[in-house]
């Protein structure tokens, strides 16, 4: 079962799973808001939805604090150079 996210705190720890991605009914009651209910349902599935959430994160962030936006972008190149082979890409 693929958990999209997870939040946790003293209180213990909720999922997005499967149970909300193939959900068929109207009403979402995961910690989503509904972002991926019954999205394994639609045309790009759960991977499609995925997507869109982080560009719409990134984008959002980007405009409301450019710096913190910045060092993700960072870390994302450094993530990229730590994963290439010995030698780097050439
Ligand atoms: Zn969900």
């Known amino acids: 079962m693929t958990t999209v996210f997870t939040l946790g705190n003293s209180d213990g720890e909720r999922r ?20 991926f ?3 394994a349902r ?11 959430a982080g560009e719409q994160f990134l ?3 980007k405009a409301e604090d450019p710096e913190s936006y910045h060092a993700i ?6 993530q990229r150079q730590l994963a290439l082979p ?3 890409a050439r």
């Open 16 to 35: 997005c799973t499967a149970a909300c991605h193939d959900a068929t009914g109207p009403v979402c009651a995961c910690l989503c808001g509904g972002r």
């Open 37 to 39: 209910h019954g999205a």
């Open 42 to 52: 639609k045309p790009g599935g759960v991977e499609e939805a995925l997507q869109e």
């Open 59 to 61: 984008a959002s962030l």
């Open 73 to 78: 972008l960072r870390a994302v190149d450094r």
């Open 86 to 88: 010995m030698g780097g």
